[in-house]
Nanobody, 125 residues
Framework: QVQLVESGGGLVQTGGSLRLSCAAS????????MGWFRQAPGKKREFVAR????????HYAASVKGRFDISRDNANMVVYLEMNDLKPEDTATYYC??????????????????WGQGTQVTVSS
C-alpha cells in the first residue's frame, strides 16, 4: 500500500526558510516521478515542483523558481522541498505526490495518483 507522509511545515516569517520532507513506502520509489503541490484556503491546488525518476530532472512553477529546490533520496525513499525566501503568498497546505505509473513522466496533476495528507506552511508578513 502506497503511503506518503509529509513533515517539516510550520510558521515562518517572510524571508525565512523551511525544508519539507516526504517519506514514501509501499512502492519502488526510484521508478516514479515525484511532485509537490500546494493549496491555499479558497484556492485550487496548484503545482509547485516535480522531480523525475530518471536523472533527477526537476521542474518548477514560475512562482517558486529560484527560491525552492526539490530533491530526492532514492535509497531512503524521501523527497524534499527546500523553500527559501518565503513570502506570505506561499502560505498553503503542501502535498507530496507520486506519479500513477512507474517509469513514466508525470506532468499534469492528474498524472499523480498517490497523495500525502499535507503539511501546513504559514508565512507571516
Amino acid at each position: 500500500q502506497v503511503q506518503l507522509v509529509e513533515s517539516g511545515g510550520g510558521l515562518v516569517q517572510t524571508g525565512g526558510s523551511l525544508r519539507l520532507s516526504c517519506a514514501a513506502s509501499g512502492f519502488i520509489f526510484s521508478r516514479y516521478d515525484m511532485g509537490w503541490f500546494r493549496q491555499a484556503p479558497g484556492k485550487k491546488r496548484e503545482f509547485v515542483a516535480r522531480i523525475r525518476w530518471t536523472r533527477g530532472t526537476t521542474h518548477y512553477a514560475a512562482s517558486v523558481k529560484g527560491r525552492f529546490d526539490i530533491s530526492r533520496d532514492n535509497a531512503n525513499m524521501v523527497v524534499y522541498l527546500e523553500m527559501n525566501d518565503l513570502k506570505p503568498e506561499d502560505t498553503a497546505t503542501y502535498y507530496c505526490a507520486a506519479a500513477s505509473r512507474e517509469w513514466t513522466i508525470a506532468i499534469a496533476e492528474s498524472d499523480f495518483g498517490s497523495w500525502g495528507q499535507g503539511t501546513q506552511v504559514t508565512v507571516s508578513s
